[in-house]
T-cell receptor
Framework: DVKVTQSSRYLVKRTGEKVFLECVQD?????MFWYRQDPGLGLRLIYF???????EKGDIPEGYSVSREKKERFSLILESASTNQTSMYLC?????????????FGPGTRLTVT | AQTVTQSQPEMSVQEAETVTLSCTYD???????LFWYKQPPSRQMILVIR??????QNATENRFSVNFQKAAKSFSLKISDSQLGDAAMYFC??????????????FGKGTHLIIQP
């Protein structure tokens, strides 16, 4: 079974702190994604990566950066956390080929910025 | 840019009954994929069913089936014989078929499905 894990289920940080959210997948997937989930808004893509050290902006990259130094690990970084970044963050991974392959999701990290 | 619309924020159905969740999308692409994902309370998002746009036949997975109307850009999910374990948020999602697979998903806002015992 594919497993995508995230470093924390719940996280509370203060405004202005630098925040790292970690995601690890164990299925040698090329692609990894970070989404943000807010009630009434669904999931929105922040960043994705299709290879080590490669990254692409999604729909809402402002205020975020990412790092992918190893194939299995994809980190989301909030350089200076703000209250409007309080949200549920979901990591996902997938194989890289054309076709209806699914994305496998982690359990999510609920981040509260106070 | 593609958009996905789920017009039903919440649906309720009696156990063992059938329910249909609606999804419409907007795209100018001809090659794409559509998905329904399920997110149970406090649990991970999992894939329910998928559809390739070039396939006319509607996808089916056990009690779950879709009604894919390409011209109308509609992709509804039918759940037959509803069970208590079907209670969840359901998200409709779109992915472009143009890329090699690295494209992110575009999600609708979700439908909260309640199963009444």
């Amino acid at each position: 079974d594919v497993k995508v894990t995230q470093s924390s289920r719940y996280l509370v940080k203060r405004t202005g702190e630098k925040v790292f959210l970690e995601c690890v997948q164990d299925m040698d997937h090329e692609n990894m994604f970070w989404y943000r989930q807010d009630p009434g808004l669904g999931l929105r893509l922040i960043y994705f990566s299709y290879d080590v050290k490669m990254k692409e902006k999604g729909d809402i990259p402002e205020g975020y950066s990412v790092s992918r130094e190893k194939k299995e690990r994809f980190s989301l970084i909030l350089e200076s956390a703000s209250t409007n970044q309080t949200s549920m963050y979901l990591c996902a991974s997938s194989l890289d080929y054309r076709g209806p392959h699914e994305q496998y999701f982690g359990p999510g990290t609920r981040l509260t910025v106070t | 840019a593609q958009t996905v619309t789920q017009s039903q924020p919440e649906m309720s159905v009696q156990e063992a009954e059938t329910v249909t969740l609606s999804c419409t999308y907007d795209t100018s692409e001809s090659d794409y994929y559509l998905f329904w994902y399920k997110q149970p309370p406090s649990r991970q998002m999992i894939l329910v069913i998928r559809q390739e746009a070039y396939k006319q036949q509607n996808a089916t997975e056990n009690r779950f089936s879709v009604n894919f109307q390409k011209a109308a850009k509609s992709f509804s999910l039918k759940i037959s014989d509803s069970q208590l374990g079907d209670a969840a948020m359901y998200f409709c999602a779109y992915r472009s078929g143009l890329g090699g697979g690295a494209d992110g998903l575009t999600f609708g806002k979700g439908t909260h499905l309640i199963i009444q015992p």
